[in-house]
């Protein structure tokens, strides 16, 4: 049956456990971004023994480039919306070991995340493309940026949220992908024309 959950950051593994494919969640916390770049530059620190810039253990991280403006109070959230997770792939089991537990993003992904997703209790949140203006006026304060030297959309942003969503649950901690899901059900479309 198909659910509505809002959660607060950090998030647990009950609370992962709690979400099945098909339903939606609300997020209230902070929320972390990264795309390339960002994925990059974990792994580098990971690797060199440098500290991270932030706690991961039980965070979001959302696959997104946001356009933010320095202002004198600080920065301000203009636009935020998905970039596509495929990308993101190869950081799988990284992101799982730092205690990540939910990617939002677009599009989905493949099946060492599907792997990971199960060993690690993480779940993949589908934010809808085309709504940057609704999910930032969800965003109540930018905290500020690490590796700005990358360029603002590939910078790690931490962002204080709340009510961030809609996002839909598209993979779950079960092994759940409504990706394969479509997926089967076009090869089976294919087979019969």
Same mark, same amino acid.
């Given at each position: ?45 990971? /690797? ?20 933010? *403006?320095?202002?004198?109070? !600080? ?9 596509? @997770?495929? *990308?993101? /792939? +190869? ?18 992904? *493949? /099946?060492?995340? %599907? ?13 809808? +493309?085309?709504?940057? &203006? ?7 304060? &930018?905290? !500020? !940026? ?29 092994? %759940? @992908? ?16």
């Amino acid at each position: 049956m198909v659910a509505v959950h809002e959660l607060n950051i950090p998030l647990t593994n009950q609370d992962i456990e709690n979400l099945q494919a098909g339903d939606t969640v609300y997020l209230t916390g902070i929320i972390f971004t990264a795309r390339d770049m960002g994925h990059i530059e974990i792994k580098k620190s990971l /690797e060199t023994g440098a500290p991270l810039p932030v706690d991961f253990t039980g965070s979001a991280i959302f696959h997104a480039g946001p356009v933010v *403006r320095k202002t004198p109070e !600080g920065w301000e959230m203009i636009v935020i919306g998905p970039t596509t @997770s495929m *990308r993101m /792939e +190869p950081y799988a089991e990284m992101v799982g070991q730092l205690g990540v537990k939910a990617i939002i993003g677009k599009g989905g992904m *493949r /099946e060492g995340s %599907n792997k990971a997703f199960q060993k690690y209790k993480q779940v993949y949140l589908q934010a809808a +493309p085309g709504c940057a &203006v609704k999910l930032a006026a969800a965003v109540h304060k &930018v905290e !500020g !940026g690490y590796w700005l030297e990358k360029g603002m959309p590939e910078a790690l942003w931490v962002l204080h949220v709340e009510k961030f969503g809609p996002l839909a649950v598209t993979m779950d901690s079960y092994g %759940n @992908s409504v990706y394969q899901d479509i997926k089967e059900q076009a090869f089976k479309i294919i087979e019969t024309l």
